[in-house]
């Protein structure tokens, strides 16, 4: 079954550092193109950060500088690394494959996983 | 930044056809994907590049695009459509992609 597990989520101080795992099963991370996407609550989806198949990485401005995409080929897993959180960071992470077989959309998601920054 | 811009809420009655406006600077350039979200839950892909739906996707949900508008549509209307819409872009300038504000649609 194709399906994306996220994970590491939690209660952070503000200024504190967290990283989320999105283990995928079904398909291979290191051949597609792997994002995150995120909700705070209450509020719509903003994109955050892609890591394409050749291994370059975008990031959305508000993060840009403070969290960092990557991926481990062999435990076919996408992380998050997510440093000088701020309580606007606050929401529901999602990790999402974006698929070239639907013109790039995001056709599999994870069932998130929920960043509390707080003190 | 790219900017795509939905009326916050749609109401229409069962059996009815939804049509929910996605607008962005000459988005008709670009690939449209539409996302339905129910509370609680993952969004899931209903529309992809314009006007095509996934396996497993009604034929009651269509899209179109050209200009500076994107439309989903949503024709007879079941109460299980009753969710949150948000379409989506890649912005080529910035290799950024690009949500929606969101439309609520809400079955009368």
């Known amino acids: 079954e194709v399906q994306l597990v996220e994970s590491g989520g939690g209660l952070i101080q503000p200024g504190g550092s967290l990283r989320l795992s999105c283990a995928a099963s079904?398909?291979?991370?290191?051949?597609?193109?792997m994002s995150w996407v995120r909700q705070a609550p209450g509020k719509g989806l903003e994109w955050v950060s892609v890591i394409y198949s050749g291994g370059s990485t975008y990031y959305a401005d508000s993060v840009k500088g403070r969290f960092t995409i990557s991926r481990d080929n062999s435990k076919n897993t996408l992380y998050l690394q997510m440093n000088s959180l701020r309580a606007e960071d606050t929401a529901v992470y999602y990790c999402a494959r974006a698929n070239k077989a639907v013109a790039y959309a995001f056709d599999i998601w994870g069932q998130g996983t929920m960043v509390t920054v707080s003190s | 930044s790219y900017v795509l811009t939905q009326p916050p809420s749609v109401s229409v009655a069962p059996g009815q056809t939804a049509r929910i406006t996605c607008g962005g600077n000459?988005?008709?350039?670009?690939?449209v994907h539409w996302y339905q979200q129910k509370p609680g839950q993952a969004p899931v892909l209903v529309v992809y590049d314009d006007s095509d739906r996934p396996s497993g996707i009604p034929e009651r949900f269509s899209g179109s695009n050209s200009g500076n508008t994107a439309t989903l549509t949503i024709s007879r209307v079941e109460a299980g459509d009753e969710a949150d819409y948000y379409c989506?872009?890649?912005?080529?300038?910035?290799?950024?992609?690009?949500f929606g504000t969101g439309t609520k649609v809400t079955v009368l």
């Open positions: 989506q872009v890649w912005d080529s300038s910035s290799d950024h992609y690009v």
């Open positions: 079904g398909f291979t991370v290191s051949s597609n193109y």
């Open positions: 000459n988005i008709g350039s670009k690939s």
